[in-house]
């Protein structure tokens, strides 16, 4: 196992940071007093959406956030979890493309998920990943 380079832990990181935001989001939207805070058009959002692209959103920034931190303890299972991230987010963006069409934040999302997943596999070929 060869040492990753220093841009390794500053990808695997802020990786992290945006999988958390997505995750204090998705906790955020699971309460009911929070919800009642937003603009309207995120409630209807939230109140429409289906059981199953809530599951994929929190699928997808869980997963996400598991895979940066597998990243950042450099195991192979990293991968694994950061393929799911985008797919899950790619499931999500079906019904919220459907409710409100496409946004740049749904656009960013998907690029972010798919660009870990791309850069896990570097790191995984490259012999930074155990």
């Not at 997963?63 to 950042?72: E, F, K, N, S, T």
């Not at 019904?95 to 660009?115: E, H, K, N, R």
Request: with cysteine; net charge positive.
């Amino acid at each position: 196992m060869t040492k990753p380079h220093f841009s390794f832990w500053i990808i695997a990181g802020l990786g992290l940071a945006w999988n958390l935001m997505g995750c204090l989001n998705f906790v955020t939207q699971m309460n009911p007093d929070a919800v009642a805070q937003m603009p309207e058009l995120y409630q209807l959002i939230i109140a429409v959406r289906p059981l199953w692209a809530t599951l994929a959103f929190g699928f997808a920034v869980f997963a996400g956030a598991v895979g940066c931190i597998l990243l950042l303890l450099r195991r192979r299972m990293a991968t694994s979890a950061l393929f799911v991230s985008p797919l899950a987010t790619g499931i999500t963006m079906v019904q919220t493309v459907s409710v409100v069409g496409m946004s740049p934040s749904t656009i960013l999302a998907l690029l972010v998920g798919a660009a870990l997943f791309w850069y896990s596999t570097i790191a995984a070929r490259t012999g930074w990943l155990r």
